[in-house]
């Protein structure tokens, strides 16, 4: 495939552009480390009636539960901070960066 990246705008018609979602998820390599960069409180979750990061996660790593909470894996986590912006429910999600080296690692380019 020719082309080359995506401008700095998100606006380039390079490669990374054309290419499907699974192809370049194929490029990344997700290394947990032993410190979760993101916590989820399910008790503060209880309380929340839109559980938006259900939604709006797009590695959907949020699972309602009967009780009302959120069972979360951060081991394939993007990093994008999606669920950190939509949470309305103060102290429900704490998001830091994963330790160096750990979380999405690019394999190519």
Request: net charge neutral; with cysteine; proline share 5%.
């Amino acid at each position: 495939m020719s082309g080359g990246p995506v401008s700095a705008g998100g606006t380039g018609g390079g490669r990374w552009a054309r290419l499907p979602l699974a192809d370049r998820m194929a490029s990344v390599e997700f290394r947990t480390g032993q410190r979760a960069h993101i916590t989820v409180d399910s008790g503060v979750c209880r309380y929340c009636t839109t559980k938006e990061c259900v939604t709006v996660c797009p590695a959907g790593l949020f699972i309602p539960t009967s009780g009302g909470g959120i069972l979360f894996n951060y081991e394939e986590c993007f990093e994008c901070g999606a669920c950190y912006q939509v949470c309305n429910s103060a102290g429900a999600i704490t998001w830091t960066y994963p330790d160096g080296g750990d979380g999405v690692v690019f394999r190519h380019g």
